[in-house]
């Protein structure tokens, strides 16, 4: 569990160390759409559907809570802001197929550490789920950027 600590802190100083393309404040507002929508979606699954369960020790639940709300959104932060960047359409591709691997991954070791057990429920769906809720957080963005460029801030 020490592990995937290390992995989060590592993670979050090379997150806030590398340049952005979008402004700071469309990155906030993207922070804010992807934690309501990661929150929801995994209540959501969790507890009205009963797809997963979090075992009952605090500390899992707190490692989990900490990638829902934290890792997760920081990633997705990344992507878009790559994703926005990049140019080529096969760097987009590898770049969007990387970050499914590594939201696989997390998954992947949070059911072999012990800390979510599936019931009913599969990594493919998941990925469809994370698939859309990137989509939603995309289209929000761009919507967003449109009402700051109407106000006259560039982004």
Same mark, same amino acid.
């Given at each position: 569990?020490?592990?995937?600590i290390d992995?989060? &802190?590592?993670f979050l100083?090379?997150?806030?160390? $590398?340049?952005?393309?979008?402004h ?6 993207n ?9 929801s979606?995994?209540? #959501?699954? +969790?507890? @009205? %559907?009963?797809a997963f369960?979090?075992?009952g020790?605090m ?5 989990f !809570?900490?990638?829902e &709300? $934290?890792?997760?959104?920081l990633?997705c #932060? +990344?992507?878009? @802001?790559?994703f926005?960047s990049?140019?080529?359409? %096969?760097k987009?591709i ?6 499914? =691997?590594i939201?696989?991954?997390?998954e992947?070791? =949070?059911?072999q550490?012990?800390?979510?057990? =599936? ?5 493919q769906k998941?990925l469809?789920?994370?698939f859309?809720?990137? &989509?939603t957080?995309?289209?929000?963005? /761009?919507?967003? !950027?449109?009402i700051l460029?109407?106000?006259? #801030? /560039?982004?």
């Amino acid at each position: 569990m020490e592990f995937v600590i290390d992995v989060y &802190l590592i993670f979050l100083i090379l997150f806030f160390s $590398i340049k952005k393309k979008f402004h700071m404040i469309v990155n906030i507002f993207n922070y804010f759409v992807l934690a309501f929508l990661l929150s929801s979606y995994f209540s #959501i699954i +969790g507890v @009205n %559907l009963g797809a997963f369960k979090i075992e009952g020790d605090m500390k899992l639940e707190i490692l989990f !809570r900490l990638y829902e &709300l $934290i890792f997760e959104p920081l990633i997705c #932060i +990344g992507y878009l @802001n790559l994703f926005c960047s990049v140019k080529s359409k %096969l760097k987009k591709i590898v770049l969007s197929v990387f970050v499914f =691997f590594i939201f696989w991954a997390a998954e992947f070791l =949070f059911v072999q550490l012990g800390v979510i057990t =599936f019931i009913n429920w599969n990594y493919q769906k998941t990925l469809i789920s994370l698939f859309g809720i990137l &989509l939603t957080t995309y289209f929000c963005q /761009q919507w967003f !950027r449109s009402i700051l460029k109407k106000e006259g #801030i /560039q982004t």
